[in-house]
Nanobody
Framework: QVQLVESGGGLVQPGGSLRLSCAAS????????MGWYRQAPGNQRELVAT???????YDADSVKGRFTISRDNAKNTIYLQMNSLKPEDTAVYYC????????????WGQGTQVTVSS
């Protein structure tokens, strides 16, 4: 079955770094646009970054210059390198695979918690 499994979350101090991974299986990973979203308590889920099948990236203004999305098609994995972390980055981070045949469709992972606190 289709699986998106996030890992790498945890507790980190402000200014620190963390690298999230999302391991994908059960679909043609290399042909899918992928993304990272996050949701903090009491907030709506928001886009963090996306990466297309060809490697083009988009970053939300809130993380631009601090976070980097990347993909390794040989490993069916996407990454989110998070640097200069701030308390407002605290959220559950979700991996998303955009369905190429339906603009509004997607696969979602279960999420991984990132907590930025001193």
């Amino acid at each position: 079955q289709v699986q998106l499994v996030e890992s790498g979350g945890g507790l980190v101090q402000p200014g620190g770094s963390l690298r999230l991974s999302c391991a994908a299986s059960g679909f043609s990973f290399s042909t899918y646009k992928m993304g990272w979203y996050r949701q903090a308590p009491g907030n709506q889920r928001e886009l963090v970054a996306t990466i297309t099948a060809s490697g083009s990236t988009y970053d939300a203004d809130s993380v631009k210059g601090r976070f980097t999305i990347s993909r390794d098609n040989a490993k069916n994995t996407i990454y989110l390198q998070m640097n200069s972390l701030k308390p407002e980055d605290t959220a559950v981070y979700y991996c998303k695979a955009f369905w190429p045949w339906l603009a509004t469709g997607a696969y979602w992972g279960q999420g991984t918690q990132v907590t930025v606190s001193s």
